[in-house]
């Protein structure tokens, strides 16, 4: 007979992910041993193991748990909002994510490479999906780019520079609210697209002559 799920397992499971992101973040991916990692969870060896049998699958289901609330957080922007309020109310909910999740952040960006192909693999489709979802916003800013991929996808990750390395300079108490950055980083890539239509437009109009 299976034994019992307790309870507690999904809160115990989150706290240990929680505990061990912070670990990973802290003190480095290779560096951090199964045993350190109990401590740092307070929990006995045994028991993390009962949770997680290896320090990938403990990496995997940080990651993985962090691009879900990612991916979900940006699936909840409505679809009916305008192009500019859609796009605007995406990138707040993106960086609203990331407010609370630096170390998950930070663990993405470094060590999700580390990771055995097939799982690797998993977490990047999970990363291509928000690409998606913001090329298409773009596109929608900005119709015209919709044709031109060669100039969405610079665009597109012109975006997400601006947005994923904010846990390393961004103070909550700082001179630029949240709010006001997440304005910031708006207003800027509105620029940017703008700027790649307006040199378009002209080479468009000339091509039909």
């Known amino acids: 007979m299976a034994r019992p799920i307790a309870a507690d397992h999904e809160d115990k499971r989150s ?3 929680k505990a061990a992101a912070k670990l990973f973040a802290s003190h480095g991916f290779d560096r951090a041993s199964m045993a350190e990692i109990a401590l ?3 929990v006995s060896k045994a028991l993390l193991y009962h949770y997680y049998a290896s320090k990938d699958q403990l990496l995997f289901d940080i990651i993985r748990a962090h691009l879900d609330d990612l991916v979900a957080a940006i699936e909840a922007v409505p679809k009916t909002l305008a192009p500019r309020e859609r796009l605007a109310a995406m990138i707040h909910a993106l960086l609203e994510e990331y407010r609370h999740a630096d170390e998950e952040h930070q663990i993405q960006i470094s060590d999700l490479k580390r990771l055995p192909p097939k799982m690797k693999a998993e977490l ?3 990363e291509r999906v928000l690409v998606r979802q913001f090329s298409a916003a773009l596109a929608g800013l900005e119709p015209i780019l919709a044709a031109r991929r060669e100039l969405l996808t610079p665009l597109t990750m ?3 520079g601006m947005m994923n390395w904010k846990f390393m ?3 909550e108490n700082g001179p630029v609210s949240h709010a006001a950055f ?3 980083v708006m207003r800027s890539i509105e620029a940017a697209a703008s700027t790649l ?3 378009l437009v002209p080479r468009a109009s000339l091509a039909k002559r």
């Open 15 to 17: 706290a240990i992910l």
């Open 40 to 42: 740092a969870c307070g």
């Open 124 to 126: 990047v489709e999970r």
């Open 158 to 160: 012109n975006l997400f």
């Open 169 to 171: 300079w961004f103070r």
């Open 182 to 184: 997440a304005e910031m």
């Open 197 to 199: 239509v307006a040199d």
